[in-house]
């Protein structure tokens, strides 16, 4: 699976708005950019995904570079509750419809202050 | 609405024993996924099955084993414990071909 990068860890302000980074320089035609969060003592939860397009959701928007080798996830108001590890991934869409591993790499530490 | 369930919560084995974990997908959920996460760490890839046949492996052990039943339920079967297996185990279900896989609460195993 391609490699991603993201900043260890990110600060906001509550109410505020979040654009957390993803580089994917190595991404391929195929591959699918999904977002996960972790919040503390919790499973992984799913965010948001996309191809090509921005897309948007009741939890995020996803910002995709137009040359795909980098992406955003926005969050529009931080809340206290949006502290989380946030994980970029790249999932190949070719993988077949029963291999849909996810390949966690090193996420992105969101506090939120009050 | 449902959510995957796994048991049990917590577990604490000595070395060399053996463990079983448990996980329930949602309801008309095919695909169970296994990962597990060490202290510190980020979650890794275990294992996963389709319609009760494994589709893929990850970094899992020799000394681990898994299986998805008929009920579509899956259980990680751990032999000969080591310290290094203590982890949290965290199981996701998703329909086939759906791009987000939903999460259990996880299995904390403590092994001493």
């Known amino acids: 699976d391609a490699k991603t990068t993201q900043p260890n860890s990110m600060e906001s302000n509550e109410e505020e708005p979040v654009h957390l980074p993803c580089n994917h320089s190595?991404?391929?035609?195929?591959?699918?950019i999904h977002w996960y969060r972790q919040l503390p003592s919790q499973g992984p939860e799913y965010v948001i995904h996309?191809?090509?397009s921005n897309v948007n959701n009741r939890m995020a928007s996803l910002a995709i570079a137009e040359d795909r080798k980098s992406s955003t996830l926005i969050l529009h108001r931080a809340t206290l509750r949006d502290a989380a590890v946030y994980y970029c991934?790249?999932?190949?869409?070719?993988?077949?419809?029963?291999?849909?591993?996810?390949?966690f790499g090193k996420g992105t530490l969101l506090t939120v202050n009050p | 609405a449902a959510g995957v369930i796994q048991s049990p919560r917590h577990l604490i084995k000595e070395k060399r024993e053996t463990a079983t974990l448990k996980c329930y997908p949602i309801?008309?959920?095919?695909?169970v996924y296994w990962y597990q996460q060490g202290p510190g760490q980020d979650p890794q890839f275990l294992i996963s099955?389709?319609?009760?046949?494994?589709?893929d492996k990850g970094s899992i052990p020799d000394r681990f084993s898994a299986q998805q039943f008929s009920d579509y339920h899956s259980e990680l079967n751990m032999s000969s414990l080591e310290l290094g297996d203590s982890a949290l185990y965290f199981c996701?279900?998703?329909?086939?071909?759906?791009?987000?896989?939903?999460f259990g609460p996880g299995t904390r195993l403590t092994v001493l």
């Open positions: 996701a279900s998703s329909p086939e071909g759906d791009n987000e896989q939903f």
């Open positions: 309801p008309r959920h095919d695909t």
């Open positions: 991934i790249l999932r190949d869409g070719d993988s077949g419809g029963s291999n849909y591993k996810l390949t």
């Open positions: 099955f389709y319609e009760k046949m494994q589709s």
């Open positions: 190595t991404i391929s035609g195929t591959d699918y």
């Open positions: 996309g191809l090509t």
